[in-house]
């Protein structure tokens, strides 16, 4: 069984940085074939895909906001997604996740930010950024 298991959040100033970590805990198991994707929630509002990337090829994906501000990748060796965040803005605050499921490459661009495509969740790490 995978588990997964965030850190690195924090608060910061605006235009600030911080990178989160996701890391599964099972290391022997093959996470090649895995797409692994980054959600963020704030009260009130649903859960949102954020960033994605299939572990095998590398492939990566980002929702129009963030886009030249994040950078997912991932460590595969040490079993562990990362997520760069520069330039941070108040909007981005919010409950981070990452979760997981294994999914072919194209499988994992058209559903990297669903929430139903994946099947693990880590229990979340907090940004908070502040003006």
């Known amino acids: 069984q995978v588990q997964l298991v965030e850190s690195g959040g924090g608060s910061v100033q605006v235009g600030g940085s911080l990178r989160l970590s996701c890391v599964a805990s099972?290391?022997?198991?093959?996470?090649?074939?895995?797409?692994i994707s980054w959600f963020r929630q704030t009260p009130g509002k649903e859960r949102e895909g954020v960033a994605g990337?299939?572990?095998?090829?590398?492939?990566?994906h980002y929702t129009d906001s963030v886009k030249g501000r994040f950078t997912v990748s991932a460590d595969s060796a040490k079993k562990t997604l990362f997520l760069r965040m520069n330039n941070l803005k108040p909007e981005d605050t919010g409950m981070y996740y990452c979760?997981?499921?294994?999914?072919?490459?194209?499988?994992?661009?058209?559903?990297?930010?669903?929430?139903?495509?994946?099947?693990?969740w880590g229990q979340g790490t907090q940004v908070t950024v502040s003006s």
């Open positions: 979760a997981a499921a294994s999914r072919t490459r194209n499988a994992c661009a058209n559903t990297w930010y669903r929430i139903s495509a994946f099947d693990r």
């Open positions: 099972n290391p022997s198991h093959d996470y090649t074939t895995y797409c």
């Open positions: 990337a299939h572990i095998g090829d590398g492939a990566t």
